[in-house]
């Protein structure tokens, strides 16, 4: 399950770049959540999961972290490979246990300490500084994966005994109401934006065509089938041993993006990634 998720993020998160092209990114969330929260109607009316919190504002705060993480995310599949996206993201497990040790005061050993250390080596190699290709915004995915890691943390100190469908309603409902004020402010004072997907970010509201609303569409539906996915597998699975297969998405985003758009991983982003996977396959197993 936890590989059938990634495969399907993986692909579709390949073609952000087309809808890039003619949209904005605030336009895309608000347009995304609007079918989204139509399914979770669906499916809550189905019985398959409740919508209102036991804790309105810990469920509010986690989901404030986890839509700007995605905000951040989204908007670098615009302009950065996938590969390279997708691995600063994956940094996530590090600023996990830097929080925990920090601030909740948790004890972490020398054996997580240098497995953070292994990482940061991967993060180096896959942002590619030492081949001269490295740019400021490259440490945008590095944003996103802290963004990440609070709101993993939160999910456990603020949200326990929530209903995943109650947990996935509200950060899509949060990531809308962020692209609704977005498209709105650039609407009413537009940017110049760069044509294709460089003015991905600066671009307000556009009429949409069918290409956006397809692929928006796919976008909408296989998120939630993808986390679906992803959240029955930590139900049935030891969570130490599933969270290590969600780095497979970086070997499917890399497969995809290269099967799709021809982009190519160096040497030494395979190497970053490899070590990023052992210093998160550590710090997962070593946790309890």
């Known amino acids: 399950m936890i590989l059938a998720a990634m495969a399907v993020i993986g692909l579709i998160d390949n073609y952000v770049v087309l809808i890039a092209k003619t949209t904005g990114l605030w336009q895309f969330h608000a347009t995304r959540t609007a079918m989204a929260l139509v399914m979770f109607l669906v499916l809550s009316g189905m019985g398959l999961g409740r919508l209102w919190p036991l804790r309105p504002a810990g469920v509010l705060g986690r989901s404030l972290f986890f839509s700007g993480s995605m905000l951040i995310y989204f908007g670098c599949l615009a302009f950065l490979p996938i590969s390279q996206v997708v691995a600063g993201l994956f ?162 985003a890399a497969f995809w993006a290269w099967a799709l758009w021809g982009q190519t991983v160096s040497g030494a982003g395979f190497a970053g990634m490899a070590l990023i996977v052992a210093s998160g396959a550590v710090i997962a197993i070593r946790s309890r």
Request: proline residues 7%; hydrophobic residues 55%.
């Open 91 to 252: 940094t996530s497990p590090i600023f996990v246990m830097v929080i925990s040790a920090l601030v909740l005061k948790k004890p972490v050993g020398p054996v997580r300490w240098t497995a953070a250390v292994m990482g940061f080596i991967g993060i180096v190699l896959v942002l590619g500084p030492a081949a001269g290709s490295f740019q400021p915004v490259s440490l945008l995915p590095l944003l996103a994966a802290l963004l990440y890691a609070i709101s993993a943390v939160a999910t456990r100190q603020w949200c326990e005994g929530e209903d995943t469908l109650t947990l996935l309603f509200w950060f899509f409902a949060v990531l809308g109401f962020f692209g609704l004020i977005g498209t709105v402010v650039l609407t009413i004072y537009p940017q110049v934006a760069p044509p294709g997907p460089e003015g991905f970010i600066l671009r307000g509201l556009t009429w949409p065509d069918q290409s956006f609303l397809f692929w928006t569409f796919v976008q909408a539906a296989g998120s939630i089938l993808g986390v679906g996915l992803l959240t029955r597998g930590y139900q049935i699975g030891e969570a130490s041993h599933v969270a290590i297969f969600e780095y497979s998405l970086m070997l499917f």
